[in-house]
């Protein structure tokens, strides 16, 4: 008989983002959130009822919002501006460029429930191609946490950094991969997760769980699989890069994210230019069909299996 | 000779004590040596809009000479009235009333759009002291000036919002976003003027969209509105020093597009078209 293994607990980052976020604002006034009628969906019912004035709710309105964002900025506030990340990259993606980024304003734009974290609801509400546009627009941070933990430390820095910058805050529950790392969310610094010397998994988000997992199922066949997880995105760690490029020789990227102009794009530039080695670069692929975000993840070989055939693929 | 004769500057402070009629004679006066500004700066630059510029300038001469609280040696001076020019394709109209009031020197406007020039054809706040806001694309300004009334409110702070946008430019969603917003917050703190030259970049406004009745629509959400001559200084100053209401104020400022400059005045084409060198004299000559 098989012994039961159990499965870790799992935790939904938007939690961690809403605590620390209210734990900033009981210390400095000049927290505010905006939103668009998505006060529950960015988890932020906790925040409304201990600020109810400084939850500013432009409703259904997202070029509005981030604009607003940016006018408190002017006004000597620290807006955290929420919404599903794909209506406020998608939809405001101008707002995102001019408003915040171009005028250099203190704005911290939160996208909640991004790539795939909305299944079934399709993809007019995956926000797939955040990572793609924010990544081409200049002056602006992205960083995609891994977990709770990370979460919580990427709203303390973002609070603090007086630049504007995104943040992905998904929805899809994660087990805690920051565990013993020093430093759970260090801005434009890599976490090596695990060692390894073969190939070096380079990934983010949700997905640094599966590629430790693949990086598990790797080293059963021999293959010994560093795993990087990349939460700064922009600006991106390029000696980490350099270093996998080097000491493992092979590097697969994992994003739940377009593969165009992503996560993978982003370490295929400071490849090519430093130390080019073979890659493969997972992602989703296109529009995708209907399921769940674990059946799409699957569907579409974000998977442990995945990762796994990907880095077979490419040592073979 | 110098093609920017250094202009008087002017501020709230210079026309204190003077009475209504001489105020406006200042302002007039003022806002002349601004449309000449523009008219050098396109020349000199052989790029800009100079319909929009000239149709704009009183409203800017009344704010910057007469109206806002600024500190051009403190240009962030926290508690400032906050201008935001949405329509900033008319930069050269605001970059002249920064150098009226202060903000730059006027030597600096013969840079404008030239290399490396700190005067870009669209403001940026991050090289232009007294920019609050880097418009260019339209339907930017409301929003964040309605950011910044709700933070004025926020804070207890008593300064105030104005915010001037093309009329073109109300055909922009963003704008009704934020009119909505800010008449359902009841936002006093804020003004909002269209400068209405019934003329955008390709046609007559309403050949493309119909916007009238502008004062109507901003009733509609919850404003108190008025239409106005926008190029008559006293009762454009007499509307930004009304007390507030109890509702934001958008003010429908008639005007004409490329107001001053005959051969310029109400004609589509003189969107962007620069004057040449006989026109810019002319032009001149009319606003001496």
Redesign the interface.
Known sequence: MNAVVPKPQTFDCRQAFAEALIALARQDDRV?A?CNDSVGSSNLTAFQKEFP??L?N??I?E???????????????I?FVCSASPFLTGRSL??VK??CA???YHVVLCGMSPGLAYGELGPTHHSIEDLSWLRAISDLAVIVPADPEQTAEAVRWAYGYDKPSFLRISRFKVPDVSAGQSSPFSFGKANVVRQGRDVTLITTGILVTRALDAADDLAALGISARVINMSSIVPIDEAAIIAAARETGAIVTVEEAMVEGGLGAAVAQTVVRHHPVKMRMLGVPGFAPTGSTEFLLDHFGLSRAGIVAAVKDLKG | MKPFDPEKSLAPADLAGLSPTERAAALATAAKSIRRSVVRMINAAQLGHIGGDLSVTDILTTLFGAVLKLDPAAPLWPERDRFILSKGHCAAALYSVLALRGFIEWDLLETFMQPLSRLNGHPNRRKVPGVEANTGPLGHGLPIAVGSAIAARLSGKNWRTFVVMGDGEMQEGSNWEAIMAAGHRKLDNLVAIVDRNRLQQGARTEDTNTLDPLTDKFAAFGWDTLEIDGHDHAALYELFTRAPSGKPLGVVANTTKGKGVSFIENRVEWHHKVPNAEQVALALKELA
Request: net charge negative; proline share 3%; glycine share 22%.
């Open positions: 505010v905006v004035d400084r500013i432009v409703g309105a070029q509005d919002m981030v604009g607003v964002g940016a006018g408190l900025a002017n006004g000597g506030f807006p101008e707002q001019a408003d171009y005028n250099g």
